[in-house]
């Protein structure tokens, strides 16, 4: 459970420092359906730039932002449907789009869901703590984003390998960044970096995504409920929800899974990662440049024994088609060749690293079970290719400038030609096997308690179902919050 302790001494701190800057805090409901947001907060909407450092940007922590950079309001789920041309299956493949969030990125979600319920029972006083995000690159930068409009001071902690841009935006807008040896595969060190700045620091409050709560909290109501809108605006009151499929990463998003299978209960969690890194199917371990997904461990929060199936992508894949959907000669190709529509390349701008790791996990999915077009499976684009830019030019580099023949064999190659295998349907103790991994993580070297590691397992209800239910009272603490700064009367 999500501890909602409220400490009063500090939680007077923090109203008054919210009343002085402005903030008025969004709850869960307000992001899963905005259109109980207040009038008062619509009306000042419209003058504010999607990553404006203002403090009403908070109520852009939503999939329902209009797809617009400045001013935009609310409308549906943005949402991207990949076309079978381009995944040479019949399923209806849709991603929902982290584009249209502030920072480009769902993770100020995530970062809002692991913040919130500390501050608004006192837990984390802006006045004295400084938020600690650790990270393989997008969670921080939300992290940092959060703490910007709070008035608080972050730091942010990402591998010293990932994309140049991260710690270039970082550098604007995190008080502090941490930059750990390796790659995304290196969240052991991360996690170390965490330790030290404990045993170092007495005012930082550490918001791990990957064993925060209020990570899953805010997936399953509000990433959940925008897959279950997405799927009905684009199947009807038809078709069949066959499942969703997702990186693991901090396995936050994979919360979303729960909520799908609540409301469509044949539906089925996919968990992807890096074939280089192969942590869920072989125990295995490796460095790979699918950016921002971390690996070499089982994170706290991922609900393993609601998962299905495991799916292992090959990096190589994901880097290709990178320069397949940004790359001129890319562009061309899918313009002249599959005749898809402009509109539909330039959105491919939308998609990030993890992003295509997630389609291409999608397309394996529908193969494996052998889906057609009455069929649905949803995942998600965390990020879009704005992150990536240095990426296609190391590849150029290191490749060469890229042709019309070299993105039609990338097309046959990495997509249409993508097989069914490194890949496993997970029985029942394969599931536990890989719950069984938690520990050695989170018992041995981060001091979790093994009675929580087996009430995850064995206590079903109790542990994962009760927290899902703890949005009311978190969204309770919220508008008492806000009614006693008094910023919305």
Not at 20 to 38: A, C, H, L, N, Y
Not at 216 to 235: D, E, I, N, P, Q
Not at 297 to 317: A, G, L, T
Not at 335 to 340: H, V
Request: proline fraction near 3%; glycine fraction near 10%; charged fraction near 20%.
């Amino acid at each position: 459970m999500i501890d909602l302790k409220v400490n009063q001494a500090s939680l007077e701190r923090t109203v008054k420092h919210a009343r002085e800057r402005g903030i008025i805090i969004p709850t869960f409901k307000q992001m899963s359906d905005p259109s109980f947001v207040p009038e008062k907060i619509l009306a000042k909407l419209g003058g504010i730039g999607l990553w404006d450092v203002d403090p009403l940007n908070l109520f852009r922590v939503s999939w329902h932002n209009e797809p617009v950079e400045r001013g935009g309001l609310y409308g549906g789920v943005n949402y991207l449907e990949i076309p079978s041309a381009l995944t040479g299956v019949k399923a209806r493949i849709f991603a929902l789009t982290g584009k249209w969030f502030p920072t480009g990125c769902h993770k100020v979600g995530a970062s809002f869901g692991c913040l919130v319920p500390r501050l608004v029972t006192g837990q984390f006083d802006p006045t004295f703590h400084k938020a600690v995000w650790p990270s393989t690159g997008n969670y921080c930068r939300g992290g940092a984003f959060n703490s910007a409009l709070l008035g608080c001071e972050s730091v942010a902690i990402l591998p010293e390998g990932m994309s140049r841009e991260r710690f270039d935006w970082l550098k604007t807008i995190a008080g502090e960044i941490i930059a750990t040896p390796g790659s995304e595969s290196n969240v052991k060190e991360i996690f170390d970096k965490v330790w030290e700045l404990r045993g170092t620091r007495d005012n930082i409050m550490i918001f791990n995504q990957f064993e925060e709560l209020g990570n899953c909290l805010w997936h399953y109501h509000v990433t959940g409920s925008a897959m279950a809108k997405a799927f009905r605006s684009m199947m009807g009151e038809g078709g069949n929800f066959a499942g969703l499929c997702l990186t693991s990463g901090s396995g936050g998003t994979l919360s979303a899974g729960d909520y799908v299978k609540d409301h469509f209960p044949h539906a089925k969690i996919a968990v992807a990662e890096a074939l280089q890194c192969p942590t869920l199917l072989e125990n295995g371990f490796g460095a790979h440049h699918i950016e921002g997904i971390g690996d070499k461990h089982v994170p706290w929060i991922h609900n393993v024994k609601n998962s299905d199936m495991i799916i292992d992508i090959d990096d190589r894949n994901t880097l290709a088609l990178l320069r397949l959907f940004n790359e001129p000669s890319g562009k061309a190709y899918l313009a002249e060749e599959l005749k898809l529509d402009a509109e539909f390349i330039d959105k491919l701008s939308w998609v990030g690293i993890s992003g295509i790791a997630n389609i291409l996990s999608a397309i394996k999915f529908a193969k494996y079970y052998e889906l057609g077009s009455n069929d649905a499976v949803a995942t998600v684009l965390t990020d879009s290719a704005v992150m990536y830019g240095s990426r296609l030019e190391e590849l150029t580099a290191a490749l060469g400038a890229y042709s019309g023949g070299r993105a039609m064999a990338d097309h046959e190659r990495y997509m249409l030609g993508l097989s069914t295998d490194y890949m496993e349907e997970l029985t029942y103790p394969a599931k536990k096997r890989v719950h069984n991994l938690k520990y050695f993580t989170w018992v041995e070297q981060q001091g979790r308690d093994m009675e929580d590691l087996n009430a995850q397992w064995y206590d079903y209800d109790n542990y994962w179902n009760a927290m899902h239910k703890q949005v009311d009272a978190v969204d309770a603490l919220i508008e008492s919050f806000n009614e006693q700064t008094g910023l919305l009367k």
